[in-house]
């Protein structure tokens, strides 16, 4: 889908990304829309949640959350290239029907995470939240400023699909990986986390300390734009 604010992507794929989604939508077939696309993107979005809850009764289920991660990001990333070069763009619906079915994507993955035995709910849950409020930020944004930024610190949707395929794979293949975990006291209660707990742990900080620099530099600029009167 399309949106009317300037989309601001500085990823380390980007370039490629852009020349292959390019690609795909040049040869997508007629009877192919960009809702098609979009829900296309859901499907993914449903297919890694029940790998990942199917990986309680056998790991080799996270293949199938990692076919999810392709799937979602054939969909989510090639709605908006097709409506580009079919030059169909609807900017309202597509940036309404676009986000509000990311924001379902994103609860669905992170909800399948967390009900899987790999990681504890409430740490994905929190990984979740932190998410949602970072991409509550963009909207803010991309209304007030007119600016849709998709990435930071050179990391966007792709490359963290990316990341989590990797993990996929360290898992199925490293047995000593999976079966590791450490104890750990927190408010006079011991808790057991496994290696993707930190690894969900790890994600979660990097996200909030994200998020206070962006709010931090969003901030001043608003302020700088929006002086007090005098």
């Not at 859901?42 to 990986?55: D, E, K, P, R, W």
């Not at 969909?75 to 676009?98: C, E, I, K, M, N």
């Not at 990435?151 to 792709?158: M, N, Q, V, W």
């Not at 450490?182 to 900080?205: F, Y």
Request: proline residues 3%; aromatic residues 12%; hydrophobic residues 50%.
């Amino acid at each position: 889908m399309e949106e009317k604010s300037n989309r601001i992507q500085t990823s380390i794929l980007n370039g490629v990304e852009k020349k292959i989604l390019t690609w795909l939508a040049a040869r997508e077939p007629s009877w192919m829309t960009s809702d098609t696309l979009t829900f296309i993107g859901f499907i993914g979005a449903v297919v890694i949640a029940a790998g990942y809850i199917l990986s309680n009764y056998s790991i080799h289920w996270l293949w199938l959350s990692s076919l999810g991660f392709v799937i979602n990001w054939y969909g989510d990333s090639l709605d908006g290239t097709l409506a580009r070069v079919r030059h169909t763009q609807r900017p309202v619906y597509g940036f309404y029907l676009d986000h509000t079915v990311d924001a379902i994507n994103e609860v669905l993955m992170f909800v399948g995470i967390g009900l899987s035995s790999l990681m504890h709910l409430p740490i994905a849950m929190a990984a979740l939240v932190v998410y949602l409020m970072l991409t509550l930020n963009v909207c803010v944004n991309a209304h007030l400023k007119g600016e849709f930024k998709l990435t930071y610190a050179g990391f966007g949707p792709t490359e963290l699909r990316i990341i989590l395929i990797l993990v996929n794979t360290l898992f199925i293949l490293i047995k000593p990986l999976r079966m590791w975990s450490c104890s750990v006291g927190l408010l006079g209660w011991a808790v057991t986390l496994s290696a993707l707990d930190l690894v969900g742990l790890t994600i979660t900080i990097l996200l909030v300390i994200v998020y206070f620099i962006t709010i931090y530099k969003d901030a001043s600029w608003y302020a700088k734009a929006d002086p007090p009167k005098k």
